[in-house]
């Protein structure tokens, strides 16, 4: 099943250090390229992102409103990780305390709060292997440690 919405702007880049999420471990090299992510989401990444997973997303209409009503891709985070040269990401999500928060008035069910961070993560890895894949070409650069033995 598509879903069939207007394709919404690519998110900004944060400064929150990716270290910080419960989700992501960043080893080495501190330079995210979230200026040059953020340059290729605008040129076409993102576009085609979104289009290849709303073909196949289970999110619904309704659940993108409610997605849409909470600006929830405002909290998507993408950056660069040297270390192990790959894009990495920060998918937003519902809290489990949702009903206590009383989020939105047409979230009434953990089916839909697991379909929308489902979706949402799997929007997010769709975003990080079309960038990877089909936009970046920088070379990752391990740099070994100065406290390795010398062997010569």
């Not at 090299?29 to 040059?36: A, F, K, P, S, V």
């Not at 008035?105 to 489902?118: D, K, Y």
């Amino acid at each position: 099943m598509a879903l069939d919405v207007e394709l919404p702007d690519p998110p900004e880049p944060t400064d929150i250090d990716p270290n910080e999420y419960d989700d992501a471990e960043i080893v080495g090299d501190t330079d995210y390229h979230r200026d040059e992510i953020r340059d290729l989401l605008a040129e076409g990444a993102w576009a085609d992102a979104f289009e290849e997973w709303a073909e196949t997303t289970d999110v619904t209409a309704e659940d993108w409103a409610i997605v849409e009503d909470l600006s929830m891709l405002e909290a998507f985070d993408f950056f660069w990780d040297d270390f192990a040269d790959r894009v990495g990401y920060h998918a937003p999500g519902i809290p489990e305390d949702w009903k206590e928060r009383d989020l939105h008035p047409e979230l009434n069910s953990w089916e839909t709060v697991s379909s929308i961070n489902a979706g949402l993560t799997e929007l997010g890895q769709i975003v990080c292997d079309i960038l990877k894949a089909e936009y970046i070409d920088w070379e990752a650069s391990y740099e070994a440690p100065d406290d390795l033995p010398d062997f010569e």
